[in-house]
């Protein structure tokens, strides 16, 4: 059982910032506390493929990041309060999207590898 809460999404204009946060608890996220394991972001906007957004290594803090988002996105992690964080500036309406918190395993940017989801939280951007 893992529970990955999503919350910070809204509504807000182009060019400005946003930020996310992830909050995880349930007893199989602690038995992966045991071992390494990956925390990220995707996002799905309406017709399109859930993407790739961010991902950080819980144990290490390494993070990875799509082009998309790069030099504009920040992913960062606490490890005492078991939360996480999608630190959002510049954004442009192309970033318009519901974005999910996951949790899993594999050093991946495959959505599929993923099984442990959160409901997401709506981002919208106007421009």
């Known amino acids: 059982q893992v529970d990955l809460v999503e919350s910070g999404g809204g509504l807000v204009q182009a060019g400005g910032s946003m930020r996310l946060s992830c909050a995880a608890s349930g007893r199989t996220f602690n038995a992966y506390k045991m071992g390494y394991f990956n925390m990220g972001w995707f996002r799905q906007a309406p017709e399109k493929e859930r993407e790739f957004v961010a991902l950080i290594t819980w144990s290490t803090g390494d993070t990875y990041f799509a082009d998309s988002v790069k030099g504009r996105f920040t992913i960062s992690r606490d490890n005492v309060n078991d939360a996480m964080y999608l630190q959002m500036n510049s954004l442009k309406p192309e970033d318009t999207a519901k974005y999910y918190c996951?949790?899993?395993?594999?050093?991946?940017?495959?959505?599929?590898?993923?099984?442990?989801w959160g409901q997401g939280t709506q981002v919208t951007v106007s421009s």
């Open positions: 996951v949790m899993g395993r594999s050093l991946t940017t495959e959505a599929k590898s993923y099984n442990y």
